[in-house]
């Protein structure tokens, strides 16, 4: 069963950084486009970021371009979210997935972000 692993979450200020990890145990993760997705308090979950399976090519959602970064790492089955400029709308919790997405899910990784 494929299980998805997301650490690096945290409290900082508006202005802060962060780095998300997610660990996938998919056996073949180079084959899939992952995606970064986040789901606030009360609302459904959303679109982040993607990244192709070589890493070659990314897309962003408007609200964070500019400010995330997402790569991968195919040798080790781990995708990243660089998150810069954080803003007090980022503060959700942060899933990793394929993209599109499966039906599984992890845990997720909590963001906070203080004004």
């Known amino acids: 069963q494929v299980q998805l692993v997301e650490s690096g979450g945290g409290s900082v200020q508006a202005g802060g950084s962060l780095r998300l990890s997610c660990a996938a145990s998919?056996?073949?993760?180079?084959?899939?486009?992952m995606g970064w997705y986040r789901q606030a308090p009360g609302k459904e979950r959303t679109f982040v970021a993607a990244i192709s399976r070589s890493g070659g090519s990314t897309t962003y959602a408007d609200s964070v371009k500019g400010r995330f970064t997402v790569s991968r790492d195919n040798a080790n089955n781990r995708m990243y979210l660089q998150m810069n400029s954080l803003k007090p709308e980022d503060t959700a919790s942060y899933y990793c997935n394929t993209s599109p997405p499966s039906g599984v899910w992890g845990q997720g990784t909590q963001v906070t972000v203080s004004s």
């Open positions: 998919l056996r073949t993760f180079s084959i899939y486009n």
